[in-house]
C-alpha cells in the first residue's frame, strides 16, 4: 500500500489505477483514482518531494514503489496492474511485461529501462508511471 | 507431389529485430535490409527460391509480434500471410528468447496455416548459455523447429527443408471460459477460406479494429461478431484483446521455460557495462557526440575529401569529361547536342559527373557508416537519448532513425518515416526533413562554401538551421491535429556489426541510389538545358529578381541555383558555390544565400516521395510552406546581419 484515499480513507496501492480504464485523457494524466469512492488526487508533488530530499538529504520514509517510474534502479518488482489503452497493453504484454511479471529496473533516465527475461526495452517515465507494481517477494 | 500453384508464397514472420531479413536473404540470395533496428523493414521483399525443388516466391514482412495488427506494418504482415496464397510460413524467432516467436506460432496454428519455426540467431543463444531444446519444442508445437544463424547461412538447406514440409498445427490453447463461449457463437459465420475459422473467431474478438474481417462476413455474421464483442466487454473486467494476448504470452512463457534453460552467463560483464554506458543519464550523451562526430568525419573526409577529389577532379576532370568532349566533337555534328551532352548542362558534363563523382561517394560512405550503426545495435540507444529533445518538437525518440538518415538521403528518409506509430508524427517528420535537415550531399557543398567564411559564420549558420528546426517543429507539434505516441523501444544487444551484412547492405542502397537518382539527375539537367535554350532560365531570374535581390540582396544570377536546387538540393548549393568561385558574392551574400539554400524546397526525388507517402495535397503544402519559410528567414538574417553591421 502506498498511499491513502484523501476523501474516504481506503489504502490504494497497485489497484489505484484501476478507476483509469476507459478514462478518454488517463494517456496524459498524473492523478490517481481512488478504486473504492472514484475520487480522483494527485500522485504526489514532485516539487514537494524533491524539496523534502533537499532538507532531509535522505527521503522522509521510504516508500513502497508505486509505479514503475519509482522503482530504484537495480530492483527486482512485481507488475500488478497496468493502465492505458488496450492497444499498449498488448504491445507491452510482449515485450513481457503483463500483470504478475517481474521484471528489473535498470535504469531511469533519460529513459525507465526495463529487463523482463532476456527481453531489454526503454520505456518513457509517462509510461512507466502507467504500471503500477508491488516490491518483489511480497514486500 | 503435386507441384506448387504458382502464384503461392513463402511468407516470412516474426518480431522485429530477430533476423528476419537476413534470413530472407540467405534463402533467396537476394539482399533486404539486414539491421539491428526495431522496425526497419517497411515494405515487403519479394524474391523467388528454391524450395523443396520449386521456384517459389519468397516475402519478408515487417517485424510483427501479433497477426491481430497494432501498427500498419503489423496490418501488412496480417493481409499477406491470410491472402489465402501461403504455402508456408517461416517463424523466425529470436533462439535467446522465443517467447514472441511462439505466441505467433500460436495464431498461425489456430488459423490451420502451414508453419515451420527458425529460431535464429543460434550462435547468440549459445554463447548466452542458454541452448534451447528445439525438439521439445517441435514436439510441443507439433511443426519443425530449426536452428539457424542468417548472418552466417547457417542452417539455411534445413530450413529449406523444413519449410517444404510444412504442415498445420493440431495445438489449441484454452483461452478464458467467456472467449471460449464466444469464439465457438462465432464459428460458423467466419468467412470460409484457407485461415481456419477458430483463429479468425479469436481475431473478431481480439482486434481493436476489423478492416480484415469486416468486408469478409455475411450481414448475420457482422450482427453475430458485435454481439460477441459487446458480450465478451460485459462478462470480463479486462479488455479482450488484452485477455487473448495475455493468455497466449502466458502459454508461450511456460513452453519457453520448459524448453529453454535460463540464460547460464547471460553476456560477458564488460559488454553489459558497455551496454550500460550508452544509455547512460550523464555518459550518454559524450558518448552519443563521439559517435555521431565519428561518422561526420568518416564521410565528410573520406567522402566528401578523398573520395570526391579522387573521382571528381581525377576520374571526371582529367579523363571521363575531356574524352567525352573529344568524342562528341569528333561524332556529334549538331551544336546543341553536343551542348545537351558535354555543355555547361550537360548530361556528362553536369548530370553524370554530379551524381557519380560528387554524389556517389558521398552516400556510399555514409551508408556504409549508417550500415554500422544499425547492425551494432546502437541505433534504439540514440532513440532513447534523443527522446526529450525529439519530444519537444511533437516527435519521440524513434524519430531519430529517420532524421540521421535524413543527413544521408531526405528521400530515403521520407520512405522510413513508416516507422513512426501516428500519423501527426509522419507528418512533422516529413515536413522537417523537408526543411532543415540536408542531405549529406547538399551538406558537403555548403561546408565548402561556408569553410570560406570565418568559423563564425558556420556556427551562425548551424545555429539559424537548427532553430527553424525546432521553431517550425514545436508550432506543428501544436498546430498539426491528431496524437503523438509515448517511446516504448527494445533495446537488443550490442553487436559488432559482420562486414558482409555491412557490405551488403551498403550495396543494396548503393544500387538504390544508383536506379533512384541518376535517373532524376539526368532529367533535371535536360529540363535546365531546355529551359536554358528557350531563356526560361533567364525569365525565371527575372521574375525571381525580386525576391532574390529585393528581399535577400543577392545577385540575380542566385535564382537560377534556386531554381536548379528543386531539382536536386545540391544542385542548388553547387550553383551557389560556382557564384562565390566567381567573386559574385560578399560573405554576408554567401551566408544568407547558404542558409535559404539550406531551408529551401526538397528535391525533386523527395518531393515525389512525400507526394507517394503522404498524399500530393500534403507535398503542395509542404513545397508552399518551406518555400516561404526559407525565403523569410534568409530575409531576416540579412536584416539582422546588416544592422549587426
Not at chain 1, 56 to 76: E, I, W, Y
Not at chain 1, 85 to 110: F, N, Y
Not at chain 2, 37 to 43: E, I, N, Q, R, S
Amino acid at each position: 500500500m502506498s498511499c491513502r484515499c484523501p476523501l474516504c480513507g481506503a489504502g490504494i496501492g497497485a489497484g489505484g489505477v484501476a478507476g483509469c480504464a476507459g478514462c478518454p485523457v488517463a494517456w496524459s494524466c498524473d492523478l490517481l483514482s481512488c478504486p473504492r469512492c472514484g475520487y480522483a488526487f494527485p500522485r504526489r508533488s514532485r516539487l514537494v518531494a524533491w524539496a523534502k530530499r533537499l532538507l532531509h538529504r535522505a527521503p522522509v520514509l521510504a516508500p513502497a514503489p508505486a509505479t514503475l517510474d519509482d522503482v530504484a534502479s537495480g530492483t527486482t518488482c512485481v507488475v500488478a496492474a497496468i493502465a492505458g489503452d488496450p492497444a499498449l497493453r498488448v504491445k507491452l504484454a510482449h515485450l513481457g511485461l503483463r500483470e504478475g511479471a517481474s521484471v528489473r529496473v535498470d535504469q531511469r533516465r533519460p529513459a525507465v529501462v526495463v529487463r523482463a527475461g532476456a527481453t531489454r526495452f526503454a520505456l518513457e517515465p509517462k509510461v512507466a508511471r502507467r504500471v503500477a507494481v508491488q516490491a518483489a517477494g511480497g514486500g | 507431389v503435386a507441384g506448387p500453384a504458382r502464384d503461392e508464397v513463402v511468407v516470412l514472420v516474426g518480431p522485429a529485430n530477430v533476423g528476419k531479413s537476413a534470413l530472407f536473404g540467405a534463402l533467396t540470395g537476394r539482399y533486404a535490409t539486414v539491421s539491428n533496428y526495431p522496425g526497419t523493414t517497411v515494405d515487403v521483399s519479394a524474391a523467388r527460391a528454391t524450395i523443396g525443388g520449386h521456384a517459389l516466391t519468397v516475402l519478408d514482412t515487417p517485424g510483427t509480434t501479433s497477426l491481430v495488427p497494432l501498427s500498419d506494418e503489423e496490418r501488412v504482415t496480417r493481409d499477406v500471410v491470410l491472402e489465402g496464397r501461403l504455402r508456408a510460413a517461416a517463424v523466425v524467432a529470436d533462439a535467446k528468447d522465443l517467447r514472441r516467436g511462439v505466441a505467433l506460432a500460436f495464431q498461425l496454428a489456430e488459423l490451420g496455416l502451414p508453419f515451420a519455426v527458425c529460431a535464429n540467431m543460434m550462435d547468440e543463444a549459445e554463447d548466452d548459455g542458454a541452448t534451447p531444446d528445439l525438439e521439445l519444442l517441435a514436439f510441443r508445437l507439433g511443426v519443425e523447429v530449426v536452428p539457424t544463424v542468417a548472418t552466417r547461412g547457417a542452417g539455411i538447406p534445413a530450413a529449406r527443408a523444413a519449410l517444404a514440409r510444412a504442415r498445420t498445427s493440431a495445438l489449441s490453447l484454452a483461452y478464458p471460459p467467456p472467449v471460449e463461449a464466444a469464439v465457438a457463437s462465432l464459428l460458423p459465420y467466419m468467412p470460409k477460406g484457407q485461415a481456419a475459422a477458430r483463429g479468425l473467431a479469436l481475431m473478431a474478438l481480439g482486434a481493436d479494429d476489423l478492416d480484415w474481417l469486416w468486408p469478409r462476413l455475411s450481414e448475420r455474421g457482422r450482427a453475430h461478431v458485435e454481439a460477441a464483442r459487446a458480450d465478451l466487454a460485459r462478462a470480463m473486467a479486462e479488455p479482450a484483446a488484452c485477455a487473448i494476448a495475455h493468455a497466449r504470452l502466458a502459454e508461450a512463457e511456460r513452453l519457453v521455460r520448459e524448453a529453454a534453460p535460463p540464460p547460464r552467463a547471460p553476456r560477458a560483464e564488460r559488454w553489459r557495462a558497455v551496454e550500460a554506458l550508452t544509455i547512460h543519464p550523464l555518459w550518454g550523451y559524450p558518448i552519443l557526440a563521439a559517435v555521431l562526430a565519428a561518422v561526420y568525419w568518416f564521410v565528410a573526409a573520406l567522402g566528401a575529401g578523398v573520395l570526391v577529389d579522387l573521382l571528381e577532379e581525377g576520374l571526371f576532370g582529367g579523363y571521363v569529361s575531356p574524352l567525352a568532349i573529344r568524342l562528341a566533337e569528333a561524332w556529334v555534328p549538331w551544336a546543341w547536342a553536343r551542348d545537351l551532352l558535354v555543355g555547361p548542362f550537360g548530361i556528362v558534363t553536369m548530370a553524370l559527373a554530379y551524381a557519380l563523382a560528387l554524389i556517389l561517394p558521398i552516400v556510399s560512405t555514409f551508408f556504409v557508416a549508417f550500415a554500422v550503426l544499425e547492425d551494432s545495435g546502437y541505433l534504439p540507444r540514440l532513440a532513447v537519448l534523443a527522446n526529450r529533445a525529439l519530444r519537444a518538437i511533437g516527435l519521440n525518440g524513434k524519430a531519430v532513425l529517420p532524421m540521421v538518415l535524413g543527413l544521408g538521403c531526405g528521400t530515403m528518409a521520407t520512405l522510413t518515416t513508416r516507422v513512426l506509430e501516428t500519423r501527426k508524427e509522419r507528418t512533422i517528420a516529413v515536413l522537417l526533413l523537408a526543411l532543415g535537415v540536408p542531405c549529406s550531399a547538399q551538406l558537403a557543398v555548403v561546408m565548402v562554401l561556408l569553410s570560406a567564411l570565418p568559423a563564425a559564420a558556420t556556427f551562425l549558420w548551424a545555429a539559424v538551421v537548427a532553430a527553424s528546426i525546432l521553431a517550425v517543429g514545436w508550432l506543428a507539434a501544436r498546430l498539426v491535429p491528431g496524437e503523438g505516441s509515448d517511446l516504448v523501444i527494445e533495446l537488443p544487444p550490442l553487436r559488432w556489426p559482420a562486414p558482409g551484412n555491412v557490405l551488403n547492405k551498403t550495396l543494396g542502397r548503393v544500387e538504390w541510389y544508383l536506379a533512384e537518382a541518376v535517373p532524376i539527375f539526368v532529367a533535371g539537367t535536360v529540363i535546365l538545358f531546355a529551359a536554358d535554350r528557350v531563356g526560361a532560365l533567364a525569365a525565371l531570374a527575372r521574375a525571381g529578381e525580386p525576391l532574390v535581390s529585393g528581399l535577400l540582396g543577392l545577385p540575380p544570377a542566385a535564382a537560377t541555383a534556386f531554381v536548379a536546387g528543386f531539382l536536386r538540393r545540391d544542385f542548388g548549393a553547387a550553383g551557389l558555390f560556382r557564384l562565390s568561385e566567381q567573386g559574385q558574392l560578399d560573405p554576408v551574400q554567401t551566408l544568407v544565400a547558404t542558409v535559404v539554400v539550406t531551408l529551401f524546397v526538397p528535391c525533386f526525388a523527395s518531393f515525389l516521395m512525400i507526394g507517394r507517402e503522404r498524399g500530393w495535397r500534403a507535398a503542395f503544402a509542404v513545397l508552399g510552406l518551406v518555400t516561404a519559410f526559407a525565403l523569410g528567414t534568409g530575409a531576416a538574417l540579412r536584416a539582422a546581419l546588416a544592422a549587426a553591421a
